[in-house]
């Protein structure tokens, strides 16, 4: 049940939400900040978990648990007097962090699973690109964050073998099923998140193909504290169809007065157009006198 932050979550609101709170009721058109306040994870519940999927959580995001199990802060805008939901920031609870790709009891034994997309000829990582998660059983994978239904936020355990290594990383599953870096760890990927102030596909500026037009709308109108301006401004004209009316009716001006007006010329200039196309030389003086037939 969404409720309004209580006194006993007070003393740490502002240092839990890095003080977007404040910055959001104070940005114009912004109607309602909305922060849902969660008990602590217990240890055991933690401890079961990390059982339950043969790997131990990183150390910033069991810390993360330990304070509040999940968080959730949702804000909204105010058109024509109507709250509109905008902004969501979600980390999911303890007990929804699910392994994403693994298979199900209830699945049939045959059915297609995430694990069918790998392909032997992927490319290694390198030292510009890191090595990308992989959906069997080389990678353990964990949902973070659901965006809305526009991609996944995934804790990314990418060796598993002979045994799950403790490093993790934060990847970003676009609808595609496309991966996408976002941070080493943890804790970076919250400031992410806070910093973008939850706004709508904000994980897709860090995709080759940025935000969609609709969402650069809201990104101009609530920055994010970290939104490099300059870049925004420039991939803003390549979404814009740009237009020029000479070139695009240049040839349609011609078109129709070519076709027009032999249906329109008279029956003696169509005569006397026949008598001058029968002779090739006098091309150039019939196309002189159609010009000047309807005038007369």
């Known amino acids: 049940m969404e409720e309004k932050p209580s006194s006993s979550i007070k003393p740490y609101l502002d240092k839990l939400t890095l003080g977007v709170t404040r910055i959001l009721e104070t940005s114009p058109g912004v109607a309602e900040v909305t922060f849902v306040e969660k008990e602590p994870a217990e240890r055991h519940t933690i401890i079961s ?21 999940g968080f959730q802060m949702t804000w909204s805008v105010k058109t ?34 995430l694990a069918d997309l790998e392909d032997d000829t992927d490319e290694e990582g390198n030292e510009d690109k890191p090595e990308k998660p992989h959906f069997d059983s080389r ?38 099923l496309y991966w996408h870096f976002l941070t080493k760890t943890f804790t970076a990927y919250y400031r992410l998140l806070i910093t973008h102030l939850g706004l709508p596909q904000w994980q897709y500026a860090f995709t080759s193909y940025g ?26 004209d390549s979404f814009v169809n740009k237009l020029d009316p000479n070139k695009v009716f240049k040839s349609k001006n011609k078109t129709p007065v070519i076709k027009k007006k032999p249906s329109s010329q008279p029956a003696g200039s169509q005569k006397s157009h026949t008598s001058m196309t029968s002779s090739k030389t006098s091309s150039l003086p019939g196309n002189s006198s159609r010009k000047r037939d309807p005038q007369i």
């Open 49 to 69: 978990w990390e059982q339950k999927n043969s790997c131990v959580l990183p150390e910033d995001l069991k810390n993360f648990y330990l304070m509040t199990d």
């Open 80 to 113: 024509d007097d109507t709250p509109m939901p905008l902004g969501s920031m979600v980390i999911n609870s303890v007990s929804k962090l699910c392994r994403l790709g693994g298979s199900s009891m209830y699945t049939l034994p045959n059915a297609p699973t």
């Open 139 to 176: 990678s353990l994978i964990f949902e973070l964050d659901p965006c809305n239904g526009n991609g996944k936020v995934c804790l990314v355990y990418k060796h598993t073998k002979p045994v799950v290594s403790p490093d993790t990383e934060i990847w970003f599953l676009d609808r595609a």
């Open 211 to 236: 935000v969609s037009p609709q969402a650069k709308q809201w990104f101009n109108m609530y920055k994010p504290i970290t939104i490099n301006t300059a870049l925004l401004s420039e991939e803003a």
